[in-house]
């Protein structure tokens, strides 16, 4: 996911120069084979232990997330790409709930995941609000799950927006099995908050996830407004690629783990943090 090419060839992780480059290869192989994860129509499964990629996809996209966050974000990207984003406010309809803001949820073709039928609209699509004034960010077809719909083993990038100002907020979802194995789970199927932050931090901070204890500000377990409980989180990770501060929320559908994640630097955060947990974060449909 967010490892480089040389921790691969790496016997051992003791050198104190990539030491947190073996960490995050921990943690994001924990969130690509959690505890024990029963292959594809197979009694075999694969320990938590087995850290070096299975095949040259799941290197692919290990090696597409390091270079996805490795610019610092996805604006950076479209606009090498010279590419135009849309703007929120251009065609999404109004929040009932905040002035300024726009409710956007994806149509029936949007996403690979969508159109693939893998998330489907039961009985509706994921949604959330944001500011009017924000665009969307664009996401590298390696990270869309394009390459291997309908039968993703790996995490993808749904969506992403963004701006200068306010910060940003990106989902990715990913299949069940990768964090527990068992159908129709709920977010309390996952384990505990401690333990699910901990699988997916490296996919909230670009990178990794230094301490649960020491960058996890706050957890709570909320019920959002469609109804389903969430893992709720404050993070503050000043070695992050993507942000300084961060909120996620984490929750369970149609045997999906939804990851929905808002963040910012420090000048962001201190002026519209608030905004970002509450009025979008927690504004989460799945």
Not at 9 to 14: A, H, L, M, T
Not at 97 to 117: E, H, L, N, W
Not at 154 to 170: A, H, L, N, R, Y
Request: proline share 4%.
């Amino acid at each position: 996911m967010l490892l480089r090419k040389s921790i691969y060839s790496q016997g051992q992780c003791g050198a104190e120069t990539v030491r947190h480059q073996c960490r995050a290869r921990v943690l994001s192989n924990r969130f690509a084979a959690a505890r024990a994860v029963k292959c594809n129509a197979t009694d075999d499964t694969r320990s938590v232990t087995d850290l070096i990629p299975s095949s040259r996809r799941d290197a692919l996209l290990f090696g597409g997330l390091s270079l996805f966050w490795s610019f610092g974000g996805v604006k950076q990207e479209a606009q090498a790409k010279g590419q135009s984003s849309r703007v929120a406010g251009d065609f999404c309809k109004p929040s009932a709930a905040k002035d300024g803001f726009v409710v956007y949820s994806p149509d029936s073709r949007s996403t690979p995941a969508i159109r693939a039928g893998v998330i489907q609209p039961n009985p509706d699509l994921y949604s959330f609000e944001i500011p009017a004034t924000w665009s969307e960010g664009t996401i590298l077809n390696i990270l869309s799950g394009n390459f291997c719909m309908p039968k993703c083993d790996e995490p993808w990038v749904e969506t992403i927006w963004e701006s200068k100002t306010d910060g940003f907020c990106q989902l990715v979802v990913s299949p069940i099995y990768r964090l527990v194995n068992k159908s129709n789970a709920t977010v309390k199927d996952l384990g505990k908050p401690e333990g699910v932050i901990e699988s997916v931090g490296a996919f909230v901070t670009g990178n990794y996830l230094d301490s649960v204890d020491d960058d996890v500000t706050k957890i709570t377990t909320e019920n959002f407004k469609d109804g389903r409980e969430y893992f709720v989180y404050e993070i503050y990770a000043p070695y992050a690629k993507t942000g300084t501060h961060f909120g996620a929320a984490v929750t369970v559908k149609d045997d999906l783990v939804y990851l929905f994640v808002v963040g910012g630097n420090d000048k962001q955060w201190s002026s519209n943090s608030s905004a970002l947990m509450n009025d979008t974060l927690r504004s989460f449909k799945a």
